[in-house]
Nanobody, 115 residues
Framework: QVQLVESGGGLVQPGGSLRLSCAAS????????MAWYRQAPGKERELVAR???????NYADSVKGRFTISRDNGKNTMSLQMSSLKPEDTAVYYC?????????WGQGTQVIVSS
């Protein structure tokens, strides 16, 4: 079993920055791709950014140029640096990890962008 714990959420003003972190622990054999998703109230969960074990990344169009995903394979951690935040970025952000055929999710961390 793998546990994912997100941290770093909070309240920030429009134009501000936040850094989210995700730490994986437990019976980890090898984590393949990791990703950040988000879910705003009344909306479906959507992919924000994804990173492979080799470091290849892709982003949702809505966050390109503003968010940066990174990971430390040795420490089994992943981060999301968010800049130029907008009110529409308000959501619960979830960490997702793929290990073999297994998919794991964190419990989520709330991000609120508001003045």
């Amino acid at each position: 079993q793998v546990q994912l714990v997100e941290s770093g959420g909070g309240l920030v003003q429009p134009g501000g920055s936040l850094r989210l972190s995700c730490a994986a622990s437990g019976s980890i054999f090898r984590i393949n791709a990791m990703a950040w998703y988000r879910q705003a109230p009344g909306k479906e969960r959507e992919l924000v950014a994804r990173i492979t074990s080799g470091g290849s990344t892709n982003y949702a169009d809505s966050v390109k140029g503003r968010f940066t995903i990174s990971r430390d394979n040795g420490k089994n951690t992943m981060s999301l640096q968010m800049s130029s935040l907008k009110p529409e970025d308000t959501a619960v952000y979830y960490c997702k990890a793929l290990s073999g055929i297994n998919v794991y999710w964190g419990q989520g961390t709330q991000v609120i962008v508001s003045s």
